[in-house]
């Protein structure tokens, strides 16, 4: 079945390390998103990518970077400079047309940080 | 300003009721759409709105464009749908980005 994989479900680091989280999608899909979400706060968008080769930054993207050299990978990384890198990290995808009332866009299940 | 407000916050209900969980917005969306995210985290499409009503099983969501309001129905609620339901909306000046309300948090009792 196709949809979004992240791994790994649950990350622990130290502070000060960089850390990868993974997202792979084998939808086909152009357009992929990293979000990250904290208690009491909706999700946020950290960067996304239409194309491949092609990525913006979203509100909060001090502190990450994403490459997106295939159209199935978008890996993000937290780095050092970010201040509170705690959290959990969605990945979402879109295309161009939708079933099972996913209207065209997929999430992943998510990669809870935690960074001590 | 690029708000989405949701109310309320932590709802739990007996099995059988019906739920309501409402969604307000700012300025003109040009689609809304009602997530639901299990506990595990992983989060679920329920619905795209631009206007009217769409019905998928015991779920009815509702938008009314005029008063910039939206909501989730569930009907005779049972114990698996309690979950996070999250209201995120595409606002017509930003293109694909979503803007996510902080999301309500049913618990259904059995």
């Known amino acids: 079945d196709g949809g979004i994989t992240q791994s790994p479900k649950y990350l622990f680091r130290k502070e000060g390390q960089n850390v990868t989280l993974s997202c792979e999608q084998n939808?086909?899909?152009?357009?992929m998103y990293w979000y990250r979400q904290d208690p009491g706060q909706g999700l946020r968008l950290i960067y996304y990518s239409q194309i491949v080769n092609d990525f913006q930054k979203g509100d909060i993207a001090e502190g990450y970077s994403v490459s997106r050299e295939k159209k199935e990978s978008f890996p993000l990384t937290v780095t050092s400079a970010q201040k509170n890198p705690t959290a959990f990290y969605l990945c979402?995808?879109?295309?161009?047309?939708?079933?099972?009332?996913?209207?065209?866009?997929?999430f992943g299940s998510g990669t809870r940080l935690t960074v001590v | 300003k690029n708000e989405v407000e949701q109310s309320p916050q932590n709802l739990t209900a007996q099995e059988g009721e019906f739920i309501t969980i409402n969604c307000s917005y700012s300025?003109?969306?040009?689609?809304l759409h009602w997530l639901q995210q299990h506990p595990g985290g992983g989060i679920v499409s329920l619905f795209m709105?631009?206007?009217g009503k769409k019905k998928h099983g015991r779920l009815i969501a509702t938008i009314n464009i005029q008063e910039k309001h939206s909501s989730l129905h569930i009907t005779a609620s049972h114990p698996r749908d309690s979950a996070v339901y999250i209201c995120a909306v595409r606002y017509m000046n930003t293109g694909n980005q979503f803007y996510f309300g902080t999301g309500t948090s049913l618990t259904v009792i059995p």
């Open positions: 939808l086909n899909h152009d357009a």
């Open positions: 979402a995808s879109k295309g161009s047309s939708y079933s099972n009332y996913n209207y065209g866009y997929t």
């Open positions: 709105l631009s206007s």
């Open positions: 300025v003109g969306i040009s689609a």
